[in-house]
């Protein structure tokens, strides 16, 4: 995949997954100590992060995320004994369909931190905002989903809307 430069106008759309312990510790440290990351960057929580499952990685961009990260306990040191390491595994297995599919593995990245450390949470938000900005928005974004047939879909944006499971699409960022 080839890295092209896109406007300064591009905001990323970033889900980061982390876990309740030094995921979440970092994130309330960071607040704690008024440590500045960019607002761009959707959190979600999970137990640990041996629990992610690469469907949710993949639902991520499906739903519209230009990158998708994890925060997870240092190796060696998770409350959970090694889920840290099950995660990175998932991370990697999910890096290879990314490729495959041609999206991208670098779009996905994991990065491991304890509860104490504030900046490395913050740096590891904007770490993946530039790398994104870098590689632009995710391609399935231009993607239009095909009817199915014999059924009339909703138009996207719409109130009735309710197969809307994430993101909705910002119509205000072009997407030529």
Do not use: W
Request: glycine share 10%; with cysteine.
């Amino acid at each position: 995949m080839t890295v092209q430069r896109h406007s300064k106008h591009f905001e990323p759309e970033i889900t980061a997954f982390y876990c309740i312990y030094c995921g979440y510790m970092a994130a309330d440290t960071a607040g704690a100590l008024n440590v500045q990351y960019p607002a761009n960057v959707k959190f979600l929580r999970l137990p640990c992060t041996g629990k992610t499952d690469i469907r949710y990685l993949l639902e991520a961009f499906e739903q519209g995320a230009d990158g998708v990260y994890l925060v997870a306990c240092p190796i060696g040191n998770c409350h959970h004994v090694r889920g840290n390491e099950r995660g990175r595994a998932r991370v990697d297995r999910a890096r290879r369909i990314l490729d495959e599919i041609g999206l991208g593995g670098e779009r996905l990245e994991i990065f491991f931190m304890s509860g104490s450390q504030a900046h490395s949470f913050a740096e590891a938000a904007h770490t993946m905002t530039a790398r994104i900005r870098e590689l632009g928005p995710n391609p399935l974004k231009k993607i239009a989903p095909l009817p199915a047939e014999g059924r009339d879909m909703p138009v996207p944006g719409d109130d009735e809307d309710v197969s809307f499971r994430g993101r909705r699409p910002d119509p205000t960022q072009r997407t030529e």
